[in-house]
């Protein structure tokens, strides 16, 4: 004798009608792994900017007490604008090739 299949339940509440993944997934409070990592990146790259405009402005007023500092910050706010721009090139080669695969 067969059993009857039981509903199955969601693991997490649907909100509303969001068909689109991105927009259920924004409208549940979760965000993506690539998401975070992107997200992550851009604050970096504005919380060393601010830095170096910071040390800039010292510099420039004469309250900078080791100039090295400048250029230190300088240094990173580039280092972190390459490792983003980096990271841009290649989850743009990773979505040209996930585009190119044939189903």
Do not use: C, H
Not at 29 to 50: H, L, M, Q, W
Not at 69 to 86: F, N, P
């Amino acid at each position: 004798m067969l059993t009857p299949v039981e509903k199955l339940n969601p693991l997490a509440p649907l909100a509303g009608s969001a068909k689109d993944p991105v927009e259920r997934d924004a409208a549940l409070g979760a965000e993506s792994p690539f998401g975070a990592i992107f997200r992550s990146a851009v604050e970096n790259v504005k919380e060393t900017d601010a830095e170096y405009k910071e040390s800039q402005y010292l510099l420039a007023t004469g309250q900078l007490d080791n100039p090295a500092m400048s250029m230190i910050a300088g240094t990173q706010a580039k280092a972190a604008v390459d490792l983003l721009i980096q990271l841009r090139n290649k989850a743009l080669d990773a979505y040209s090739e996930l585009t190119r695969i044939n189903l």
